[in-house]
């Protein structure tokens, strides 16, 4: 089946960018979702690629897409205090029905100061 | 904005006792998830849900479970003789349509003593 694999932790400093990377099987997804998670709160909708996309930009957050190395990554620019919070990557494939996001286990991003 | 409400935000019960999870997904919207994370681990999909009936529906959705869409607003997710394992955070979600971003709430923790 499908899986999507990060690494659980990363630690930056405050300013500096952050650059949390994902890796997935599943060579016939149609969209990569970054997801955020403040403790206590549910999963935030931070941004999203469609498969036959390399990047897209918005605002500090950058998304890039290997689909040959099938490898996503989300950067972080000027990262704060406030980006502090656990990271999902998922992955769907569109087949036409109300498909289910796999996900991967969260990057815990630690921001020191 | 809109959001995903889910109720209640914590749930305890007794083994082998059934209980229901309440969710108000975002009123435009038109499918429905269910996901939810066992400590520890990924957030698994469990069943997704459009006009009325199940779409799509993982291995672990047996027939312990089931859906429902009593009213205009409510989707709800329930557990019969609840166990153990069940203890996990239940996230609900929903989207405009199935190649649209999924929206999550903020989750139940379900506590089974």
């Known amino acids: 089946g499908e899986d999507v694999e990060q690494s659980l932790f990363l630690s930056v400093r405050e300013g500096d960018s952050s650059v949390i990377n994902c890796t997935y099987t599943?060579?016939?997804?149609?969209?990569l979702y970054w997801y955020k998670q403040e403790p206590g709160a549910g999963l935030q909708l931070l941004t999203y690629?469609?498969?036959?996309?390399d990047m897209k930009q918005d605002q500090r957050l950058t998304v890039l897409l290997n689909k040959k190395d099938k490898h996503l990554s989300l950067r972080i620019a000027d990262t704060q205090t406030g980006d502090s919070a656990i990271y999902f990557c998922?992955?769907?494939?569109?087949?036409?029905?109300?498909?289910?996001?796999?996900f991967g286990k969260g990057t815990h991003l630690i921001i020191q100061p | 904005e809109p959001e995903v409400t889910q109720t209640p935000s914590h749930q305890v019960t007794q083994m082998g006792q059934e209980v229901i999870l309440r969710c108000v997904p975002i009123s435009n919207h038109l499918y429905f998830y269910w996901y939810r994370q066992i400590l520890g681990q990924k957030v698994e999909f469990l069943v997704s849900f459009y006009n009325n009936e199940i779409s799509e529906k993982s291995e672990i959705f047996d027939d312990q479970f089931s859906v429902e869409r009593p009213d205009g607003s409510n989707f709800t997710l329930k557990i019969r003789s609840t166990k153990l394992e069940d203890s996990a955070m239940y996230f609900c979600?929903?989207?405009?349509?199935?190649?649209?971003?999924?929206?999550f709430g903020d989750g139940t923790r379900l506590s089974i003593l």
């Open positions: 690629i469609f498969s036959n996309m």
């Open positions: 979600a929903s989207n405009q349509g199935a190649n649209q971003p999924q929206h």
């Open positions: 998922a992955e769907i494939y569109s087949g036409g029905g109300a498909d289910g996001l796999t």
């Open positions: 599943d060579s016939s997804s149609t969209y």
